[in-house]
């Protein structure tokens, strides 16, 4: 069984999300807190050098770490929740899964304790990674079809994304506003009975 090491609300929501699609089993850790010195942050050091959540230990021992690498991995055993292989599709959902991770989480990285990169300018840089990402969320608008998922009629790994992200800044009434596709998808997501355990744990509902 796999083990995930998590707080509610953060990136371990998507990856639980992932797991309730593709029906594998795992266990979940809660290691709420590891962003402060601790004992949750010492316990997640052991295992993850970069004190991260999601944290994921595979059935064999081994390590996994980010949301990306993690549904790559997952879609390895369950290629129907991706678009068919060789299709224009596939390669959107590989292009538009790396973009988010590659893009949209170091604004968040930068942003959210700003004092790790700057003691002269925290409030200009969380103002400008503030921006930045509203602009790459509204560039994503422009990537979306007519719903009611990120790929029309059928749910994929991506669209556990959207489901957790609008209740990140800029929040869920921005998205309403300038992203409603984005914000449908979430929504669409977020009704799926199979799910409900894991929103109401990570505050989704």
């Known amino acids: ?10 990136g371990s929501a998507i990856v639980e999300i992932m797991f309730v699609l593709t ?19 010492d316990a997640l050091l052991e295992l993850n050098p970069l004190a991260q959540v999601p944290t994921l230990r595979l059935e064999d021992g081994s390590i996994m770490t980010e949301t990306a690498a993690i549904a790559l ?3 390895d055993k369950h290629p129907e929740l991706a678009p068919p292989p060789d299709t224009p599709e596939r ?8 973009w988010l991770v590659a893009n949209v989480y170091p604004t968040f990285t930068y942003g959210d304790d700003t004092s790790r990169w700057t003691q002269s300018g925290e ?10 990402r509203e602009r790459l969320y509204l560039w994503l608008e422009t990537q979306l079809g007519d719903g009611p998922y990120i790929f029309g009629e ?17 929040r869920q009434a921005w998205f309403e506003k300038h992203t409603p596709k984005l914000y449908a998808i979430a929504q669409k997501v977020r009704e799926d009975e199979r799910l409900r355990e894991v929103l109401s744990r990570n505050e989704l509902l």
């Open 23 to 41: 029906g594998e089993a795992w266990k979940w850790k809660n290691v709420e807190g590891f962003e402060q010195p601790g004992p949750q942050r």
């Open 154 to 170: 059928k749910i994929s790994l991506l669209d556990a994304y959207p489901a957790v992200m609008i209740n990140w800044r800029p």
């Open 73 to 75: 991995m997952l879609l």
């Open 1 to 10: 069984m796999y083990k995930l090491y998590g707080a509610p609300g953060c």
């Open 123 to 132: 409030e200009e840089l969380l103002a400008s990674t503030n921006r930045y």
């Open 91 to 98: 390669q959107r959902f590989y292009r538009l899964l790396v």
